[in-house]
């Protein structure tokens, strides 16, 4: 086979195409530690099924888990895998809600705009921040990665437009 990676990355994408298993990941990005029994609940999966493809995911190194007496917490496993999940999830269009009311599609359509993800502000709103700051040399790209950092003038610029120090 040509590219050795080729069998790795079949192997993450196997993890991941699962309904089940991509619902724990979006659930999780919330970053919060979720019981097996909540996030069963979540995907509407029983507690045994939840707790196998949990157990996969955590084979996977893409969640990571905790004991507390007897329940089990589980996280994403780091800042790398949530934004990998929101980076797949960012390709879909976001699923219109059935329309039961004015109040669910207004929700929806609020967290389309602006929301918080893992650990950063997300939605149409986080990308135009970021492409703003990006176009007005506020920060720059770390390397080839998705990683920035704020410039010298973006600094200044946080301290004179927003008042922010530090």
Same mark, same amino acid.
């Given at each position: 086979?040509? @590219?050795?990676?080729?069998v790795? +990355? ?6 991941l ?9 979006? *659930? ?33 190194? +893409? ?13 994403? *496993? ?32 609020? +967290? ?6 893992? @650990? ?30 704020v ?8 301290r004179?437009?927003l008042?922010?120090?530090?």
């Open positions: 086979m040509g @590219d050795p990676r080729a790795e +990355l079949a192997r993450l994408a196997g993890h195409a699962d309904p089940t298993r991509a619902s724990f990941l979006l *659930a999780l990005l919330d970053g919060r530690a979720w019981t097996v029994t909540e996030l069963a609940t979540h995907a509407g999966v029983a507690v045994s099924t939840a707790t196998e493809h949990l157990n996969r995911l955590r084979e996977a190194g +893409l969640v990571g888990e905790r004991r507390q007496g007897r329940h089990r917490y589980v996280c994403i *496993a780091d800042a790398d895998v949530a934004q990998l999940v929101e980076d797949l999830a960012a390709r879909l269009a976001p699923p219109r809600p059935a329309a039961r009311g004015l109040r669910a599609v207004t929700a929806h359509e609020a +967290l389309v705009r602006a929301r918080t993800c893992y @650990d950063h502000l997300a939605g149409v709103v986080g990308a135009e921040i970021c492409r703003t700051m990006m176009r007005r040399g506020w920060v720059e790209r770390i390397g080839t990665g998705r990683a920035v950092r410039t010298p003038a973006g600094r200044r610029a946080l004179d437009v008042g922010l120090t530090g």
